[in-house]
């Protein structure tokens, strides 16, 4: 017969997770790994276009300014103390939702940029953006 008295019934075994904790770890970092280079394929058929119909080509005006602050809108030139006054009766004609474009000498100072800015804002026009090389 065998001595049970050796072995304590009432103690609970302890459960080591740490290596399974680590392969989950592993298998995670794989996962994170791999998924943005999955590539899915669908095939989509993209409607066809009528060639009969041209696109409406929206008005824009466009406003360069050189390096020696000459502002030049379509081909009228304007000096830049006197541009505030002279935009606003140049754009008194043109409708309030037209694109703008500014483009500007990489030497111009970034204030008189945003003066320029300023003065088409303050004029009405909502859609203005800054045209860069990049």
């Keep these: 017969m065998e001595d049970f008295s050796k072995f304590n019934l009432d103690e609970k075994p302890d459960l080591n997770i740490t290596p399974l ?3 989950m770890l592993v ?3 794989i996962l994170m790994v791999t998924t943005p280079t999955i590539v899915y ?4 058929t993209l409607p066809k276009g009528s060639k009969t119909q041209k696109v409406i080509d929206e008005p824009m005006i466009e406003i360069r300014i050189d390096k020696n602050k000459n502002i ?3 081909d009228s030139k304007f000096s830049y103390k006197n541009f505030t006054d002279s935009f606003n009766l140049f754009s008194s ?3 309030k939702n037209t694109e703008v474009r500014i483009r500007a ?10 003066f320029i800015l300023k003065t ?3 004029a009405g026009f909502l859609k203005v953006s800054l045209i860069t090389n990049g």
Excluded: F, P, R
């Design 21 to 23: 904790v680590d392969i």
């Design 27 to 29: 298998l995670l970092a």
């Design 41 to 44: 394929k669908e095939d989509i």
């Design 93 to 95: 004609s043109y409708n």
């Design 72 to 74: 030049y809108v379509k």
């Design 105 to 114: 000498d990489n030497n111009i100072i970034y204030g008189d940029v945003i």
């Design 120 to 122: 088409i804002k303050e």
